[in-house]
């Protein structure tokens, strides 16, 4: 059974960076889909970053430009570089996999389209 687990959350202020880690366990392929959400109180979870099987990255339109998702060779850990950040990034921040399939030919930033989750890691940006 796959089972993710996230570090790097913390406080920042408006304009600092910080990057978020997802380290993987129990992989029986390293293909699958992988994404990073984030869920603020009172809001629903809504997609950050996605990448697919090739490297193939996007992003929701609020983070473009100040988010980078990235793997490392081995993929056992994926990244969230964040850069800029602003008191609207405050949120729990959760990395997620597709073990459905072996190889993702997309990237996919909705919840459904996940069914492996990691505890969360929180990130709090103040002004």
């Known amino acids: 059974q796959v089972q993710l687990v996230e570090s790097g959350g913390g406080s920042v202020q408006v304009g600092g960076s910080l990057r978020l880690s997802c380290t993987a366990s129990g992989y029986t392929d390293s293909g699958y889909c992988m994404a990073w959400f984030r869920q603020a109180p009172g809001k629903e979870r809504e997609g950050v970053a996605a990448?697919?099987?090739?490297?193939?990255?996007t992003y929701t339109d609020s983070v473009k430009g100040r988010f980078t998702i990235s793997q490392d060779n081995a993929k056992i850990t994926l990244y969230l570089q964040m850069n800029a950040l602003k008191p609207e990034d405050t949120a729990m921040y959760y990395c997620a996999a597709d073990t459905a399939v072996a190889y993702c030919s997309g990237e996919y930033l909705g919840v459904d389209d996940y069914n492996t989750w990691g505890q969360g890691t929180q990130v709090t940006v103040s002004s």
């Open positions: 990448m697919d099987s090739s490297g193939s990255t």
